[in-house]
């Protein structure tokens, strides 16, 4: 036994598992002792449950008892740190091998930390002996940078750790390199036992129907910055903010440094505490901007992915979901970076402005982790597309306008289900805007004195008259941009001149009394 192992037998950890931590190490030790050499095992549990903690005590669980040694896969640099340093805590020598490294002293430690791309080099060069490796664990398994690697360790043990067990590559499915999958605690069960803190959920009604799907199977940044920097849309992230989270520490995710960089001048216009970080930023600078972040009581921090995995701040309150995205994966780890619980926090909140709830359920609901490994096709399939999740929306007016209409009973008018009538009746679909612009009128003339403010009230209606005009568009499968625009136009000019011809005799019909003079 090398001196090494013989320290970490000597050494008792000074942490202290959690009952369900150490029955996921009971239960992946029970199948390394009764698998074959070369078995692969996947071991899924929520971000926040503590994996690093699970395989640290595993390796040193793993070296006091076995004469070989162990390697830890991640696939990026601030991962590979953060494992060094838990490993370390843990009693456990070990070595990075970076780029830099030198690795004459191999022989001298039984426990190697590597990036993927780096082990990969070091691996093709020999640099690297690896013959006696016994257990190799891949941290964020679900990526497939690691996939390539596994030929070199054909006789080891390999355990893949991940809160999401689906691929982010629908052709390389997890369930083709692993034998078996583990499922630990449920995010429900971890919120239950105070280990994690409730998510409380905002989501918009979002058109999302102008973004486009690339080539790796999510929305691609081009479309989702013409989108996401829009100022409208960027107002609408200021006024999401400002009603739930004003105050409070924030992290925003988006789709592309564009829209991060101009998500970061909207806010600091409108006079809010913010920073953008991205992958651009030097080591120093990221650092001063993390460290603000974290000082700062209710800073706002606008970023793209590089926070979603390896990056934890507790004192997070707030995600911004301020983008769409096709990956469940994504989802998990975006939303999972404000789950940490403290000594004042037992919830979060999450403000949806991609359509992400409506997509893949509410962050924490009971997934079947099994089926997602065994049929992951399956599904990817039964998730909703984007225009069957708007056209489940109700498009209401907006609060300010809404306000207007106050002696309205329903302001609502639903374009859809006036189409399908009128098809089972077999009526001429242009019907369908005749009593939507009668419906309007109504609510027009009921807030109205006279035939002038109600004219002034056709005028807020902009809004709403144009997501009729888009339903209305979709149902009879003509959407050409001139189409549109000239329908919007008269659809405008109707309403005015109904409500000029038919002022009087609506509102006598309506309040039981002609108009005043």
């Known amino acids: 036994?090398?001196?090494?192992?013989?320290?970490?037998q000597d050494k008792k950890t000074d942490k202290e598992l959690y009952d369900y931590q150490q029955g996921a190490i009971s239960k992946i030790f029970e199948k390394f002792d009764t698998a074959p050499d070369d078995y692969h095992l996947l071991y899924q549990l929520p971000t926040?449950?503590?994996?690093?903690?699970?395989f640290s005590e595993m390796v040193r669980q793993y070296l006091k008892n076995h004469n070989k040694k162990v390697l830890v896969m991640t696939h990026r640099?601030?991962?590979?740190?953060?494992?060094?340093?838990m490993l370390t805590s843990f009693g456990v020598t070990n070595k990075i091998v970076s780029s830099k490294a030198n690795l004459d002293d191999q022989a001298e430690y039984s426990c190697f930390v590597a990036m993927v791309e780096t082990l990969n080099n070091r691996l093709n060069d020999n640099m690297l002996d690896i013959s006696d490796v016994g257990l190799v664990i891949i941290d964020e398994a679900h990526y497939n940078s690691f996939t390539k690697l596994f030929k070199f360790f054909e006789k080891s043990f390999i355990l893949g750790v991940t809160?999401?067990?689906?691929?982010?590559?629908?052709?390389?499915?997890?369930?083709?390199?692993?034998?078996?999958?583990?499922?630990?605690?449920?995010?429900?069960?971890?919120?239950?036992n105070e280990f994690l803190a409730r998510a409380e959920t905002f989501a918009y009604d979002m058109s999302l129907t102008s973004l486009e799907i690339g080539s790796n199977g999510d929305y691609t940044v081009k479309s989702s910055e013409d989108l996401y920097t829009s100022p409208a849309m960027l107002q609408k992230t200021i006024d999401a903010f400002k009603k739930h989270s004003l105050g409070k520490k924030t992290l925003i995710f988006n789709n592309g440094i564009n829209t991060s960089i101009s998500v970061y001048y909207a806010f600091r216009q409108?006079?809010?505490?913010?920073?953008?970080?991205?992958?651009?930023?030097?080591k120093k600078q990221r650092r001063q901007i993390l460290d603000w972040f974290s000082e700062t009581p209710n800073a706002i921090l606008t970023s793209v992915s590089i926070l979603t995995t390896g990056f934890d701040e507790p004192t997070i309150d707030t995600i911004i979901l301020n983008r769409a995205?096709?990956?469940?994966?994504?989802?998990?780890?975006?939303?999972?970076?404000g789950s940490r619980i403290l000594n004042n926090k037992s919830k979060f909140t999450i403000i949806d402005l991609g359509n992400n709830l409506y997509r893949f359920g509410p962050w924490g609901a009971d997934l079947d982790w099994q089926l997602i490994f065994k049929s992951p096709n399956w599904y990817a399939d039964r998730i909703q597309s984007d225009e069957a999740i708007e056209a489940n929306f109700k498009h209401e007016l907006a609060d300010d306008i809404?306000?207007?209409?106050?002696?309205?009973?329903?302001?609502?008018?639903?374009?859809?289900?006036?189409?399908?009538?009128?098809?089972?009746?077999?009526?001429?679909?242009?019907?369908?805007?005749?009593?939507?612009i009668e419906h309007h009128a109504k609510i027009c003339i009921e807030n109205s004195e006279d035939v002038y403010d109600a004219l002034a009230l056709a005028k807020l209606l902009k809004d709403d008259i144009n997501q009729r005009i888009e339903i209305y568009a979709k149902c009879i499968s003509k959407s050409t941009g001139n189409f549109l625009k000239w329908l919007k136009d008269d659809y405008q000019k109707k309403l005015n001149s109904y409500l000029r011809t038919n002022f009087d005799a609506k509102f006598e019909e309506i309040h039981g009394y002609p108009p005043e003079d």
């Open 270 to 282: 409108a006079g809010l505490p913010i920073m953008h970080l991205d992958n651009t930023a030097t």
């Open 48 to 54: 926040g449950g503590g994996k690093t903690v699970i």
């Open 402 to 436: 809404k306000d207007e209409f106050s002696k309205s009973e329903d302001t609502y008018f639903d374009i859809r289900q006036c189409y399908k009538d009128a098809v089972d009746a077999g009526e001429s679909s242009k019907v369908v805007l005749e009593r939507s």
């Open 325 to 337: 995205t096709k990956s469940l994966t994504l989802y998990y780890q975006m939303v999972g970076r």
């Open 1 to 8: 036994m090398s001196q090494n192992n013989q320290a970490i």
């Open 77 to 85: 640099i601030e991962l590979c740190n953060q494992t060094s340093q």
């Open 163 to 192: 809160a999401t067990p689906l691929s982010s590559n629908k052709e390389l499915p997890m369930k083709d390199n692993y034998n078996e999958l583990i499922a630990g605690e449920t995010i429900e069960n971890l919120i239950e």
